[in-house]
């Protein structure tokens, strides 16, 4: 059973700065694509960044040059370093196997941001 646990969300000033880590565990994490995604209450879930099992990327525009998705294979852990943070980029972040995600999504991290 595959388990996901996101952490490293909190409350940031807009143009502040946060990097979210996403545990994997009780699977062959390295084979497949991660994605990050996103959810505010009320809207469907929102594809953020994707990264191949080979390190290649891709960005929802409204996140592209300002997010960074990464992976340390090693430690079964997928990242996203977020920066130059809008109030619009407030959300519930989940993470996730692409393109077919695992039933069992994580708990999520809060990310707000706000003055």
């Known amino acids: 059973q595959v388990q996901l646990v996101e952490s490293g969300g909190g409350l940031v000033q807009p143009g502040g700065s946060l990097r979210l880590s996403c545990a994997a565990s009780?699977?062959?994490?390295?084979?497949?694509?991660m994605a990050w995604h996103r959810q505010v209450p009320g809207k469907q879930r929102e594809l953020v960044a994707v990264?191949?099992?080979?390190?290649?990327?891709t960005y929802a525009d409204s996140v592209k040059g300002r997010f960074t998705i990464s992976r340390d294979n090693a430690k079964n852990t997928v990242y996203l370093q977020m920066n130059s943070l809008k109030p619009e980029d407030t959300a519930v972040y989940y993470c996730?196997?692409?393109?077919?995600?695992?039933?069992?999504w994580g708990q999520g991290t809060q990310v707000t941001v706000s003055s």
């Open positions: 009780g699977s062959i994490f390295s084979i497949y694509s």
């Open positions: 996730n196997r692409h393109p077919l995600p695992y039933n069992d």
């Open positions: 990264i191949s099992r080979g390190g290649s990327t």
